[in-house]
T-cell receptor
Framework: ETGVTQTPRHLVMGMTNKKSLKCEQH?????MYWYKQSAKKPLELMFV???????ENNSVPSRFSPECPNSSHLFLHLHTLQPEDSALYLC??????????????????FGEGSRLTVL | GNSVTQMEGPVTLSEEAFLTINCTYT??????LFWYVQYPGEGLQLLLK?????DKGSNKGFEATYRKETTSFHLEKGSVQVSDSAVYFC??????????????FGRGTQLTVWP
């Protein structure tokens, strides 16, 4: 139990569907992240939110749309995905600005992931 | 730039064998270094970390020493168990810039331990 909860754990969708992944953290952090984990590829950082503002977007296709309504919740909205988008999507949180993150060395706390399959 | 290179897997060992997983890094500043572990069907968990040169991180019998002169952070365990079977990721955190907690990961090394 890491304090970061992701739902759903598994999702199968067609290329024309619209779905969302949800992440919730109970650690009092104010930075949240989406990572993509594909087979035989390095972990890819997709988005970073700090104090509910997006601070990093690593050239992710627009069919992925993040939303961070508050510091405890992060969503990833999915639409018109491609089969190559099938992967494990990991949410993480960390201490952010004003929380001593630099002193503590930037540790991330990950959820268990949402396994996405696009047909 | 920042990057992490770790040994390719998979690594297969018998129980009680000695484990080493090599990790080297390139960084523009003075990063913190981490080992994360991912057990089957789960997300990543922090295994150990070191925040400055010559620090040794340790946890659950695993150790890694931050070696600035060789830019390395090799993971070791003296006697592995079946329950250590997992994927191990080396990572570094660059504290500079606006993205606190930005981690650069290696590709991961799959470890399988047989009884």
């Amino acid at each position: 139990e890491t304090g970061v909860t992701q739902t759903p754990r598994h999702l199968v969708m067609g290329m024309t569907n619209k779905k969302s992944l949800k992440c919730e953290q109970h650690l009092g952090h104010n930075a949240m992240y989406w990572y993509k984990q594909s087979a035989k590829k390095p972990l890819e950082l997709m988005f970073v939110y700090s104090l509910e503002e997006r601070v990093e977007n690593n050239s992710v296709p627009s069919r992925f749309s993040p939303e961070c309504p508050n510091s405890s919740h992060l969503f990833l909205h999915l639409h018109t995905l491609q089969p190559e988008d099938s992967a494990l999507y990991l949410c993480a949180s960390s201490q952010g600005p004003g929380q001593g993150a630099q002193i503590k060395g930037g540790e991330l706390f990950f959820g268990e992931g949402s396994r996405l399959t696009v047909l | 730039g920042n990057s992490v290179t770790q040994m390719e897997g998979p690594v297969t060992l018998s129980e009680e064998a000695f484990l080493t997983i090599n990790c080297t890094y390139t960084a523009t500043g003075y990063p913190s270094l981490f080992w994360y572990v991912q057990y089957p069907g789960e997300g990543l968990q922090l295994l150990l970390k070191a925040t400055k040169a010559d620090d040794k991180g340790s946890n659950k019998g695993f150790e890694a020493t931050y070696r600035k002169e060789t830019t390395s952070f090799h993971l070791e365990k003296g006697s592995v168990q079946v329950s250590d079977s997992a994927v191990y990721f080396c990572a570094l955190s660059d504290h500079r810039g606006s993205t606190l907690g930005r981690l650069y990961f290696g590709r991961g090394t799959q470890l399988t331990v047989w009884p």
